[in-house]
């Protein structure tokens, strides 16, 4: 007798991913679902819900069903509503940290409308390991609330997030897990003896002082003094290889084109290595799993040199920083209130201690796995659920 097979709409994930991040998140989430659906003994087909993005594919050899989320696909009969209709089910990652009020009025409309639909129509809906918050405006806290108790499962993927939601919806059953580009796939790529190998993942975005400029997220560090200066510093050592690795790759956004930005610097300091343009989130991760130490802004750069243990100083401008590692006692970060001192200091300390750095990653594996476990045993029993329906 044949599996059972059964629909998966994945909403707010990346077919294609300028940003390697989201591309982690949908490879990674894809490979849990999958598992999920080989431990239910199912067979899942899947269909990727978000916004258009020029970026390559956030999965090499990926070939799914998209839908592009526009205005018209919003309220047109034959989009979103139809596409609930014919999905079992609905696994929604909001972008990784979107669900929240921070951002402008229409994103949050996206963000929740393509939630609602769901719930609506009686598909379930699955908030997948993603941040939480903050919410601190009406009626957003009201909609958010709604949403999250509606949900048929909700996973905030850190502490910080968990804490969002209780204070937001108490009412609500909720499995704190770990974040899902933990499981990226990758290959390892052997280590350089020789000489120190140091990746830096310099932001486009902070570089050009967020979305607004100025210090729209209010650092007390400064975030492009504090990179050249780490740049001439390392120079100065001369006795490690420091290679730029953009993870965001987004011609088309110069504000936040972490690839543009490392051009510049490159430009300025021709002793840097700049690594071509990754074509996935599983090429960089596999680029970084060589390296001997990393320090970045962008969180799933971070994340891809953690979960293929590589020491690492992630340099922190929003709390899901401190969620993430913060859960894991990981305290080797950039805290979004040191000063230029601080920052840079913990940065070297972090490069001469790398030892002491490898040991506390390792330290924090298990729970890794425990999280991924819990989410993908939670899966399986969901699809298989909707699978005997």
């Given at each position: 007798m044949p599996a059972a097979e059964i629909r998966v709409g994945l909403l707010w994930h990346a077919a294609n991913a300028s940003n390697l991040g989201m591309g982690a998140l949908t490879a990674g989430n894809l490979a849990l679902a999958r598992r999920a659906a080989t431990q239910a003994g199912i067979n899942a087909r899947f269909v990727i819900i978000s916004a258009r993005d020029p970026g390559p594919l956030a999965e090499p050899g990926l070939a799914l069903e998209q839908r592009d989320v526009t205005g018209r696909y919003m309220i047109d009969p034959r989009g979103l509503l139809a596409d609930a209709r014919a999905c079992d089910i609905m696994l929604d990652i909001s972008a990784g940290d979107s669900f929240t009020d921070i951002y402008p009025n229409k994103r949050f409309a996206y963000i929740t409308g393509t939630k609602i639909v769901p719930i609506l129509m009686g598909t379930p809906l699955v908030l997948s390991p993603q941040t939480i918050g903050p919410f601190s405006r009406q009626p957003h806290s009201a909609i958010a609330a709604w949403i999250c108790r509606k949900a048929r499962a909700v996973f905030p993927r850190d502490g910080l997030s968990m804490a969002a939601l209780q204070q937001l919806a108490p009412d609500?059953?909720?499995?704190?897990?770990?974040?899902?580009?933990?499981?990226?796939?990758?290959?390892?790529?052997?280590?350089?003896?020789?000489?120190?190998?140091?990746?830096?993942?310099?932001?486009?975005?902070?570089?050009?002082?967020?979305?607004?400029?100025?210090?729209?997220?209010?650092?007390?560090?400064?975030?492009?003094?504090?990179?050249?200066?780490?740049?001439?510093?390392?120079?100065?050592?001369?006795?490690?290889?420091?290679?730029?690795?953009?993870?965001?790759?987004?011609?088309?956004?110069?504000?936040?084109?972490?690839?543009?930005?490392?051009?510049?610097?490159?430009?300025?300091?021709?002793?840097?290595?700049?690594?071509?343009?990754?074509?996935?989130?599983?090429?960089?991760?596999?680029?970084?799993?060589?390296?001997?130490?990393?320090?970045?802004?962008?969180?799933?750069?971070?994340?891809?040199?953690?979960?293929?243990?590589?020491?690492?100083?992630?340099?922190?401008?929003?709390?899901?920083?401190?969620?993430?590692?913060?859960?894991?006692?990981?305290?080797?970060?950039?805290?979004?209130?040191?000063?230029?001192?601080?920052?840079?200091?913990?940065?070297?300390?972090?490069?001469?201690?790398?030892?002491?750095?490898?040991?506390?990653?390792?330290?924090?594996?298990?729970?890794?796995?425990?999280?991924?476990?819990?989410?993908v045993d939670a899966l399986a029993g969901l699809f298989a659920s909707i699978a005997r329906r």
């Open positions: 609500v059953p909720a499995t704190q897990v770990v974040d899902v580009a933990f499981a990226l796939p990758f290959t390892r790529r052997a280590k350089t003896p020789e000489r120190l190998q140091i990746g830096l993942n310099v932001s486009g975005l902070l570089m050009n002082g967020g979305y607004a400029g100025g210090n729209q997220y209010g650092l007390g560090y400064d975030y492009a003094a504090l990179t050249r200066r780490l740049i001439e510093t390392l120079l100065a050592r001369g006795d490690c290889d420091i290679h730029l690795v953009p993870h965001v790759i987004a011609p088309h956004m110069p504000n936040d084109d972490d690839a543009a930005a490392s051009d510049r610097l490159k430009a300025q300091y021709p002793a840097l290595h700049r690594h071509p343009d990754f074509q996935s989130a599983s090429a960089a991760k596999s680029f970084i799993s060589g390296l001997d130490f990393l320090t970045g802004a962008r969180m799933h750069a971070t994340i891809g040199a953690f979960s293929s243990g590589v020491p690492v100083v992630p340099i922190s401008y929003s709390r899901k920083f401190e969620g993430l590692f913060g859960g894991f006692g990981y305290d080797w970060l950039v805290r979004r209130d040191m000063d230029d001192e601080a920052a840079l200091a913990q940065i070297l300390t972090g490069i001469d201690r790398r030892a002491e750095l490898a040991t506390a990653i390792a330290a924090a594996q298990p729970r890794i796995n425990a999280g991924l476990k819990t989410y």
